[in-house]
Every structure is written in structure tokens, then in C-alpha cells.
């Protein structure tokens, strides 16, 4: 495979991380206005909100079958237009069914979204040689910064749902599908290996370690983006404006410790880069448990975007590592993992803080994010490390 190729490929997957991002930031920071279209009672909207998590892991699961016969970059090209228009549905509906109906389609389509993207960002960083798995990452968080952006604008101007996604999933959808002629995978494995094998070569003993970790990771994601603002208006007395900054600071330090956090990989190995990560989002949480006033508070936020931004994507690479001979339906399996957590998390916080308090909620998903360390080692599994001084011989390196 020629350098040239690899680059298209790394540039166009970067961008379907873009858009996906940009996506799932327009759908979640509009919820309020969705209920309101819909009509959408509180409490039939946890069952709304539960469905896409819980069908996007049947997406995921029902990802691992199709892989078997077509190529991740086949599910990836067609799921992610599906997903544009589910959005679409979305802001376009007027009835109840018609919004259960797109979610419902959003759900399934995002679940296979995210398993194909991730088997194509961990092949691909295999055929580098070395960390790259963070760089698309901080594409997604960049999608997700620039799609919260949008959504405040159509909040701000009072903009329909309709018209508000329409601008974007215009630009969107064309660009993604454009950029997936290039889509290229680093292991180019055929099809013919057959479902059954490749679910036998992939030990849920040996998976469940980082299943673990990616779910602890989604429960501490989780917390700030539905707790953020709450916690700081109500526990440390902030006004409502001053409420909504937590999570944006949370998205762009998420941004900028996987821009430079490959470097890290590169340089320190991907065990060490997953335990300062850990750390310092267990700190992060125990600054904000802890904090006196707003101000404390978001800098605990800060942390906890520094630290959290790295545990995901080395979870799926590691995966990769783990099963190279069966990487895609590692990480469709885990990618499952990914949903329990953000099931979990939310629900579980509200819970002990209207039992116990808001303050020590937040030590529980401190406690499962440190739990990471216990499972640290598993990010190191031969045969291959990615990065400086871990090298696999004979790799170009490609830029």
C-alpha cells in the first residue's frame, strides 16, 4: 500500500470522525427543543433517551455479523448517511411515532458507526506502526465542538429543529460520503474467514479488562456532560450563564489532550499514557467533589477532560493489539461497552445525589475511573506497542 494511499485514507476517516462528532453534538444539545416539539412528557423522555444508547448496541453487535462478510469501510460508507438523515427525520417530524421512528433508525445506524469507524482507525494505526487512534478522536471532539455551536446558534435565534440541522446535514452529508472513496484499511484481511472463527479467536476473559475501562471512562463522560451544569448552579452557587461553561471547557481540553496525546504514546508507550490519563481524571473528580466555589469546580472539570480524553481511543487500539487476527469483532464487542457506560452514568449520579448528596456522587465515578489502573497492563499487550522506541522495523512512516 502506497504512503499516498495511507494519507487519503487517515485524511478521510479523520473527517467521517468529523461529521460523526458534529452529528451526535446537533441531536444531543437540542433535546430540550425536541421534547418540546414532540411534546415529549419528563417522564417518558429517560425511555426516549435510554432507546438510542440501547439500539446503537444492537447496531454494534449486529456490525460484528456484517464485518464477516463485507468490509468495515462498506458499513462506515453507508451508515454514516443513514445517521445524517435519521438526524434529518429528527428536526423534519411532527408526530410522536415520527420521532421514535428516527431515533430508532439513529440508534441502530450510530451503534454500526462507531464499531466500523474505530476497526478502521485501529487498522490503520496498525499499518502506521504507531499511535494515531488519538488523532481521529480529536476529530470527533472537534465535530462535537463545531456541531454545539451550531445548535446554540439555532437555539439563540430560535431556529426550528428542520432548520436548524438542515444547513448542516447539507454540508455534511455530501463531504462525508465524497471523502469515503478514499477510505482504505491497513490490514486488507478478506472476508472469507468466516463468523464463527473470528468470534472464536476473540477470548471475552481477555476482552473484559477493557471492556471494564471503557465502560468506567463513559460513566465519568457521562457525569459531566448531564451533571456539569447542574452541579455547578446548584451545589456551588454559580449563575445559570456561568453553568454552562464546565462542559465546554470539558470538550475543549477533550480536543486539544488528543491532539498532542499520540506524542505521548509515541514517546512514553500507551500503559503510561493511560495511567497519568487516569489520574488525572480521578483528580479532576476529587477537585470537584471538593471545590468551594465555581471557579474550583471548573478547573476539577479541566482535569477530568484532560485525563479522560485518552482512555477510550487506547481501550479500542489496545483492543486491536489484544486480537489482531480478530480485531473487528474485538472492538465490536467492545464498543458495546461504550453504551453501558453512558446507560449507567447518568442515572447512577442522579440517583446518590438526590439520596446522598451531589458532592459524593462524584467520588463514585472518581473510585470505577481509578479502577483503570488495576486493568493498566492490558493496554501494553504484545505483540506490538505503537510509538517511539516501540516500533514495529520496517514500517514507513507515512505523515
Not at 429517560?46 to 444492537?58: C, K, T
Not at 456541531?147 to 438542515?166: C, E, N, Q, T
Not at 476529587?286 to 481511543?313: D, K, N, Q, S
Request: a positive charge.
Amino acid at each position: 500500500m502506497t504512503d499516498a494511499r495511507l494519507r487519503h485514507g487517515r485524511a478521510s476517516l479523520a473527517l467521517s470522525f468529523f461529521v460523526q462528532g458534529a452529528t451526535f453534538a446537533l441531536l444531543v444539545t437540542r433535546i430540550p427543543a425536541i421534547q418540546d416539539r414532540y411534546g415529549i412528557s419528563d417522564g417518558l423522555l429517560p425511555v426516549f433517551l435510554a432507546a438510542v444508547p440501547i439500539l446503537a448496541g444492537v447496531g454494534s453487535v449486529l456490525t460484528e455479523k456484517a464485518v464477516a462478510r463485507v468490509r468495515p469501510r462498506v458499513v462506515l460508507r453507508w451508515t454514516q448517511p443513514v445517521v445524517l438523515l435519521a438526524l434529518l427525520g429528527v428536526g423534519a417530524g411532527s408526530e410522536l411515532w415520527q420521532a421514535a421512528l428516527a431515533l430508532g433508525v439513529f440508534g441502530l445506524a450510530v451503534g454500526a458507526l462507531d464499531a466500523s469507524m474505530n476497526m478502521m482507525g485501529v487498522s490503520l494505526q496498525r499499518a502506521y506502526g504507531r499511535s494515531i487512534m488519538l488523532g481521529f478522536h480529536a476529530a470527533y471532539s472537534l465535530g462535537g465542538i463545531a456541531g454545539a455551536s451550531m445548535a446554540w446558534a439555532g437555539a439563540h435565534w430560535d431556529l426550528s429543529l428542520l432548520v436548524s440541522y438542515l444547513p448542516a446535514v447539507v454540508v455534511l452529508l455530501p463531504a462525508a460520503f465524497i471523502g469515503s472513496r478514499w477510505y482504505v484499511e491497513g490490514g486488507e484481511e478478506t472476508p472469507e474467514k468466516g463468523a464463527a472463527g473470528v468470534a472464536g479467536a476473540v477470548s471475552f476473559r481477555l476482552l473484559l479488562p477493557l471492556c471494564l475501562v471503557m465502560a468506567f471512562a463513559y460513566i465519568g463522560d457521562s457525569t459531566v456532560s448531564n451533571w456539569s451544569a447542574k452541579y455547578l448552579q446548584d451545589v456551588l452557587g454559580s449563575s445559570e450563564q456561568l453553568s454552562t461553561v464546565p462542559y465546554n471547557v470539558y470538550m475543549v481540553t477533550t480536543l486539544l489532550g488528543r491532539a498532542v496525546g499520540d506524542l505521548g504514546v509515541r514517546r512514553f508507550g500507551a500503559v503510561a499514557v493511560v495511567r497519568g490519563g487516569t489520574v488525572l481524571a480521578a483528580g479532576g473528580f476529587g477537585v470537584v467533589a471538593l471545590a468551594g466555589g465555581a471557579w474550583t469546580g471548573m478547573l476539577g472539570f479541566t482535569l477530568l477532560g484532560l485525563g479522560l480524553c485518552v482512555i477510550v481511543p487506547q481501550t479500542f487500539a489496545a483492543a486491536g493489539r489484544m486480537f489482531p487476527g480478530a480485531s473487528d469483532t474485538a472492538i465490536a464487542r467492545l464498543n458495546i461497552f461504550n453504551y453501558v457506560g453512558f446507560l449507567v452514568g447518568s442515572p447512577l449520579v442522579g440517583a446518590l445525589g438526590d439520596a446522598w448528596s451531589y458532592r459524593g456522587a462524584m467520588l463514585v465515578p472518581m473510585v470505577l475511573v481509578l479502577a483503570t489502573l488495576l486493568y493498566a497492563k492490558s493496554f501494553g499487550a504484545e505483540p506490538a506497542r505503537y510509538g517511539g522506541g516501540h516500533e514495529r522495523p520496517r514500517t514507513a512512516d507515512v505523515g
